[in-house]
């Protein structure tokens, strides 16, 4: 993945967030190689060089402040099958779902967005001594961030991260993030989210969009965007399933298969929560073909 052409990602004040992937390991991990100039915000830019973690030893490859953090040969199943499809329709994957998915969904085409984006209650946070982190796993080729910036509170500092196991997602993503000025910096990760790479208890807010009902394992995910949560913090997932007490056409069922062929049984995956945390859980539609669902560990 060529990102040479990018201003910054991750920085030397970002690495302590970040943990080695590697089951039973969990090691720190600490950069080895060239450093930009210090930015205003605070920080030296990551050039290029290596993550090396000082438990197993393990060295990640960093290329302009992106970090590789996945494993080889550790992604299997069905998120083998949908990895190379993510980097091949990369370039017009938020297209298609602008333009194909409202006539789908008709006569339901709009406030999709809007209806996740209320139950991350951005409105509620406020400075603090900590930085303020968001965490969408998944992220893709950064359709919510315009919407994450537009409801954020004015002047309130923030660092939104971005996680997904595609490299043509996160190029797209860095793509959008280098030109669209009003978006502010994402550090974006090459990593899959059964093995998080990051510390326990590190983000304000959670959430993924659109796949978890793809992933090899969901409970695996589903507990670790917990694990990387902080206490009382709401974890939002949103992915298909067609409403169940809607009325739909036999071409609204037909297109919602077609849309789901990949898993016989789409749908919001609330018995798959971590156990500590199903008191929390609430589900509610996004759309005609999507479920929100949310919920927060004690």
Known sequence: MDLSWVRTNLTSDDVPVLRCPIAGCKGQL?????????????????????????????????????????????????????????????????????????????????????RYIEPMQLKELAPQAAPIRILEVGIGAGANLPLLHQHLPLDLPVEIWGL????????????????????????????????????????????????????????????????????????????????????????????FDALTWFDSNPRAPRDLVPEECRASVKVTRVSRFYYCLTFSKP
């Open 30 to 114: 600490a950069f080895d190689g060239s450093l930009g100039a210090p930015l205003d915000e605070g920080g030296h830019p990551l050039l290029g060089g290596t993550l090396d973690c000082l438990a197993c030893k393990r060295r990640w490859p960093v290329s302009w402040g992106y970090p590789d953090l996945i494993e080889p040969g550790s992604v299997t199943g069905s998120d083998w099958l949908l990895r190379p499809i993510y980097d091949f329709i990369a370039p017009s994957h938020d297209a298609g779902v602008n333009c194909v998915l409202p006539l789908l969904q008709y006569p339901d085409p709009k406030g999709a967005r809007e």
């Open 164 to 255: 997904d196991f595609s490299a043509g997602m996160l190029l797209q993503c860095a793509w959008r993030t280098e030109w669209w000025y009003s978006v502010p910096r994402v550090r974006l990760v090459l990593g899959d989210a059964h093995k998080l790479p990051f510390q326990d208890n590190q983000f304000d807010r959670v959430f993924h969009v659109g796949a978890i009902n793809g992933y090899r394992d969901p409970r695996l995910a589903l507990s670790e965007m917990a694990r990387v949560a902080k206490p009382r913090t709401p974890i939002v997932v949103v992915d298909e399933e067609l409403d169940p007490e809607g009325e739909h056409a036999l071409w609204h069922r037909i297109a």
